[in-house]
């Protein structure tokens, strides 16, 4: 079973940076894959940025170069820092996380999400 708990979610004016940060607790597996998605109301939820058990990241066009993915294995904690705000990315941001399965990840656990809201 996995508990993800994101926080730092707010309002910041466009050009700002927020902190997201995903507390994470489960049980350690080898392999794994944990990531952030966001949701805007009408639109499909995307997801931003992944972080998999070797350390290797991958990014969504629409936030490469803005937002960094960043994992804290000894506080068990995921983050994403996001510079260079837009309108455009406000959301409910959600950490998402489960194991590898045949080097693909099912991202069957996740949290409650946080607000971010640019002006």
């Known amino acids: 079973h996995v508990q993800l708990v994101e926080s730092g979610g707010g309002s910041v004016q466009a050009g700002g940076s927020l902190r997201l940060s995903c507390a994470v607790a489960?049980?350690?597996?080898?392999?794994?894959?944990i990531a952030w998605f966001r949701q805007a109301p009408g639109k499909e939820r995307e997801r931003l940025a992944t972080i998999y058990s070797d350390g290797l990241t991958s990014y969504a066009d629409s936030v490469k170069g803005r937002f960094t993915i960043s994992k804290d294995n000894a506080l068990n904690t995921l983050y994403l820092q996001m510079n260079s705000l837009k309108p455009e990315d406000t959301a409910r941001y959600y950490c998402?996380?489960?194991?590898?399965?045949?080097?693909?990840?099912?991202?069957?656990?996740w949290g409650q999400g946080t607000q971010v809201t640019v002006s």
């Open positions: 489960a049980r350690a597996y080898i392999r794994y894959c």
């Open positions: 998402s996380a489960d194991r590898l399965l045949n080097s693909k990840c099912p991202f069957g656990y």
